[in-house]
C-alpha cells in the first residue's frame, strides 16, 4: 500500500511519481492530438471538451448536492448568447466576456436556487424545467438578440491572436476544459466541496454542523451554472451561429444523461461521460453509414415512423445505451472504470 | 445570582393539538453531564430538536452562556458551539470517516469557492488550511480510536462504530455544549464501557459540558451529575442520579402503576 507521509498528499492531484508520469503523457498527448487527427475528430474534441464542462458543471448540482436541474440548456444559452452579445455589441475581449457572461449565468443559477431551498425532487424538477423554456422563449423573442433567426459569433481572437480554424479553437476550448476539471476536482476536495456532498447525504446533519443551507445550496446552483455558462460561450464559437432552437429543452435532457451515465458524484466519471456521450451522438448522426444494418434503418424508420428518417432511430439507440447502462452499472462509467481497477490490481485472482 | 451556563425556561411546542414538550425548564452548569431520560415519546429528542434549531419553539427560551438564542437557524446556533449527534445516526454515508470529521471543522474553515478550486501547490493558502484541520482532526480519529475506519465510507462501517464517527464529527466542532441523543444504542456492552469512558474524557480534558439522552440507566445513573427526567413533555423531576431514580413517579412512567417495584435500573 501507499504510505503516505504528511496531509498534503491526501488532497494533492498527483501523490505519485508513476502519476506525474501519466499526468505529462496525458498532457502531451492532448497537447500533440490535434496535429494528427484529420480535423472532423479535432472538432469532436471542441465538442467533447464543452460537455465534459457541462457535466461537471450539472455533476456538482446534481451528483454532489443532490438537488436537479431540467433547466441548464438555459444557462447553457445564457452563456452563448452573453458571451456573443458582450463582444459583438461591447467589443470586450473574449475571455473576458466568455467569464462576465458565465458570471451572469451564475447570477441567474442563484436566483434559481432560491426556489429550490424549498423545493425537492420532482417539483424543482419542473421549476428548473419552466426556468430553461423560458430563457429560450425570452431570447427568441428579444430582437437584440436576433429573435428566432439567432446571432452569429463574433470573430475570434484570443489575446490578440486570430482563431479561425477548430484546430484553434481546440486550444482554446481544451485549455479552459482542463483548468476546469481540475478546479472542479479541487473543489470538491475542500470546505466548499465537502459542504455540498454533506447536503446531498444529510441536510439535516450539515445545517447542525453549521453548513448554511440557504448559501450552499444557492452557491451550488451558481458555481453549476458558471461552468454551464462558460461551456456555452465556448460553444457558441464551435457552431459559429447560434439560435434559440439549439437551446431546446431535449438538450436540458442530454446533459443530465451525461451525468448519469458518466457517473453520479464523480469529476472522473464526468469527463468520461462527457466524451463517450458526445462521440456516441456524433456517431449516431452517421448511422446510415454503418455496413449492412445501416439501409436496413433507414429504411425501417422510413416506412414505420415519420418522416423525421435518420433521428428516430438515433434517438432510439441512444436512449437504449441510456437504459440498458443505468440497469447494468448504476454507478455510470464511473463504475466500470472503478471495476477495472480492481480486476487489474488483484489480477490474476 | 450566578448565571447558569446553559439554561431552558418554560421551553413549550406542540404540533397541532399535541404538546410534545409542555413548560420545561432545567439549567446546565458548565462542564456538568446533564442527563434527560423519560420512556419513548416523552419528548426528549424533541427538545433536542428545538435546542439545535431545527424545530422552533412555540414559547420558552432558551439561553446559551447569556445568550438567548431561541429560534436562531441550525447553524447559527453551531457557530456558537453547540454539537449534537442524532438517534439515528445522520451521517454522510457517502464521505469517508476522515471527511466527516473534516466537515465538523466546517466553522472554523474559510476556503472559498476560488481558493478552494484554485490550490495546485502545498504553500496556498486553501492546502495550508486542509492540512492543519487534518492534524486536528487526527487527534479526534486517535481519541476515538477510529484509525481503523480512517478512510473508509461511513456507510459502510458497523452500527457501533458509525455511532463513535458521529460523536467525533460533533467533537470536531469544537463545542462548548455537546447533545447527545442516545449514543450508546445499538452497541454492545463492551462498546458501552468504551464510550462511557469517553464521554467522561470528554467532560474531564476537553472540558465540554454534555447535555445527554439516554436508555441505559446504568450509564445514566453512573455518568451524570444531574438528571431531568420527563413525560409526555412534562417535567417530573430534576436532581442528582440517585434521587431522581427512586422519585415514585419516574418509576411509574417507566414500569407502570402497580407496586412492588424493586429497582428501576
Partial sequence: MDMKR?????????????????FLMLVAALATFPFIAPTYYVYMANYMAINVIVTIGLNILVGYTGQISLGHAGFFAIGAYGTVMLMSLLHFPFLLALVAAALIAAFFGFILGLPALRLEGPYLAIATLGFGMAITQVIGRWELFGGRMGVEAPALSFFGIPVMTDLGRYFVTATIAFIMVL????????????????????????ETMGVNLVYYKTLAFAVSAFYTGIAGGLFAFLLGFISPSTFNFILSIYFLAFVIVG???????????GIVMTWLLLELDKIQELPLIGGMLISFSENFMTVAGLPNISSIIFGLIIVLLVIFEPLGLYGFWIRTKIYWKTWPF | MNEAFFSVENLCISFGGL?????VSFSVSKGFIFSIIGPNGAGKTTIFNCISGLYKPSSGSIIFQGEDI????????ATKGIARTFQNIELFSRMTTMENLMLGRHIHMKTGVLSGATFFRRGSRAAKEEIRHREYVEKIIDLL???????????SLPYGTQKLVELGRALALEPKLLLLDEPSAGMNSEEKQDLVFWIKDIQDELGVTILLIEHDMKMVMDISDRV?????????????PDVVQRHPDVLKAYLGE????????
Avoid: C
Fill in chain 2, 19 to 23: 404538546m410534545a414538550v409542555d413548560h
Fill in chain 1, 6 to 22: 504528511d496531509y498534503y498528499e491526501d488532497i494533492q492531484l498527483l501523490d505519485s511519481k508513476v502519476l506525474w508520469f501519466w
Fill in chain 2, 258 to 265: 402497580e407496586e412492588t417495584i424493586g429497582n428501576a435500573s
Fill in chain 2, 70 to 77: 431561541t429560534g436562531l437557524k441550525p447553524h447559527r446556533i
Fill in chain 2, 145 to 155: 480510536d477510529l484509525q481503523s475506519a480512517r478512510n473508509q465510507f461511513v456507510g
Fill in chain 1, 263 to 273: 457517473g453520479l458524484g464523480s469529476i472522473f466519471g464526468s469527463v468520461m461521460g
Fill in chain 2, 228 to 240: 431531568l427526567a420527563i413525560n409526555f413533555g412534562r417535567p417530573i423531576i430534576e436532581g442528582v
Fill in chain 1, 183 to 206: 478546479g472542479a476536482r479541487n473543489l470538491m476536495k475542500t470546505r466548499v466541496g465537502r459542504a455540498f456532498i454533506a447536503i446531498r447525504d444529510s441536510d439535516i446533519a450539515a
